[in-house]
């Protein structure tokens, strides 16, 4: 029986002082990797929708001194980045036509990203990995197969009334 595809959307919500590790891996700012298949060789072909004009954390701040955004009456401790991750099965790029596939799914993905955070301002990066090795699907097609996902990093808004 074939094996169904799917695609699987994550949200984890982050506070700004933790948000620095997520930044070095989406954005390729590490030395070492302690995950193996991951190709830094191939990093070159990793796709920016959206890059971050500065750190995620900086970025952050910039907003709110330009008054892009509010962090009035929210606790010290609140969660106020998120990061969406679209995880689609390997095999599906590899069937469809690999990576020029998988930057056009992406393209798509990231227009309904936008429309999810609310609009671009609010997004602070958007990148396609294509550097991740798929081990198992590479041993068993014998050849490299790369596992195409993507990272939305982006500020949650809620809209509300100020009394």
């Known amino acids: 029986m074939p094996k169904t595809d799917r695609c699987i959307v994550r949200n984890e919500a982050y506070q700004k002082k933790s948000v620095s590790i997520r930044e070095r891996h989406n954005e390729r700012k590490n030395q070492e990797y302690s995950n193996p298949d991951i190709v830094k060789d191939r990093s070159y072909l990793n ?3 959206k890059s971050c004009d500065g ?10 001194t330009d008054g892009t955004i509010s962090t009035r009456g929210l606790q010290p401790s609140a969660k106020v980045i998120d990061e969406l991750i679209f995880d689609v099965n390997t095999a599906y790029f590899d069937r469809n036509g690999g990576y020029e596939y998988a930057k056009e799914f992406f393209a798509e993905v990231y227009r ?9 301002q609010y997004i602070l990066s958007a990148v396609m990995h294509a550097d991740e090795r798929n081990r198992a699907q590479s041993e068993q097609l014998d050849r490299n ?11 949650p808004i809620v809209d509300k009334e100020i009394k």
């Open 145 to 155: 197969v790369f596992h195409y996902h993507m990272h939305v990093v982006y500020i």
């Open 55 to 64: 750190g995620y954390a900086e970025t952050f701040d910039r907003m709110i």
């Open 47 to 49: 796709i920016h929708f």
């Open 112 to 120: 309904l990203a936008v429309k999810e955070a609310g609009g671009e």
